[in-house]
């Protein structure tokens, strides 16, 4: 299985602050078909998990430019540009590249 | 709009089974296959695994293997996860999850608590 490694676990932020988490596979997660199955997910306390950025860095609809994802095979990051009071949560990041699909342990961001 | 409403809570007794749905509306069902993902209370996102719409082809989770099975119901676009033999360490949220881009659309969870 590929595992997630996602750094650091825990992000006290500023309001208007810049917050980067980190990801790192276990292997490379370049399909055979070329694309690179890497998503990132946030979920808000008491809500169901909210697709955020998927293939790296592709914005899912209706998600704020303030969000962005880079990286390649084994490492990746996302990018908050500045951090809002509403994207307090639990970042996740998963991969489904291959069989089980599988997701970091999460990064719980806060306001300092 | 894509709806995914599952569901609602469940509470069974240790060895006992669950089947929880997960109807969707707004797309096209046979379009793109269902993951299942469970929450454990505090913990972390879990996958357990997938299912085809199309044939009906599933891929489990090793931990899940010979507990779980994933179906799906093309006449009233609905996926189902049954899973047996409840473990007190099962009691969780269970997530249905339309498998495209991944995981774009979320149920809104059904919480399955398992206690004597």
């Known amino acids: 299985d590929i595992v997630m490694t996602q750094t650091p676990l825990s992000s006290p932020v500023t309001l208007g602050q810049p917050a980067s988490i980190s990801c790192r596979s276990s292997q490379s997660l370049v399909h055979s078909d070329g694309n690179t199955y890497l998503s990132w997910l946030q979920q808000r306390p008491g809500q169901p998990p909210r697709l955020l950025i998927y293939k790296i860095s592709n914005r899912f609809s209706g998600v704020p430019d303030r969000f962005s994802g880079s990286g390649a095979g084994t490492d990746f990051t996302l990018k908050i540009s500045r951090v809002e009071a509403e994207d307090v949560g639990v970042y996740y990041c998963?991969?489904?590249?291959?069989?089980?699909?599988?997701f970091g342990r999460g990064t719980k961001l806060e306001i300092k | 709009q894509v709806q995914l409403v599952q569901s609602g809570a469940e509470v069974k007794k240790p060895g006992a089974s669950v089947k929880v749905s997960c109807k969707a509306s707004g797309y096209t069902f046979t379009s793109h296959g269902f993951s299942w993902v469970r929450q454990a209370p505090g913990q972390g996102l879990e996958w357990m695994g997938w299912?085809?719409?199309?044939?009906?082809?599933?891929n489990y989770a090793q931990e899940f293997q010979g507990r779980v099975t994933m179906t799906t119901d093309t006449s009233t676009n609905t996926a189902y996860m049954e899973l047996r033999t409840l473990r007190s360490d099962d009691t969780a949220v269970y997530y249905c999850a339309r498998d495209v881009d991944p995981f774009a659309d979320w149920g809104q969870g059904t919480l399955v608590t398992v206690s004597s």
């Open positions: 998963m991969q489904s590249t291959q069989f089980p699909y599988t």
């Open positions: 299912i085809s719409t199309y044939n009906g082809d599933t």
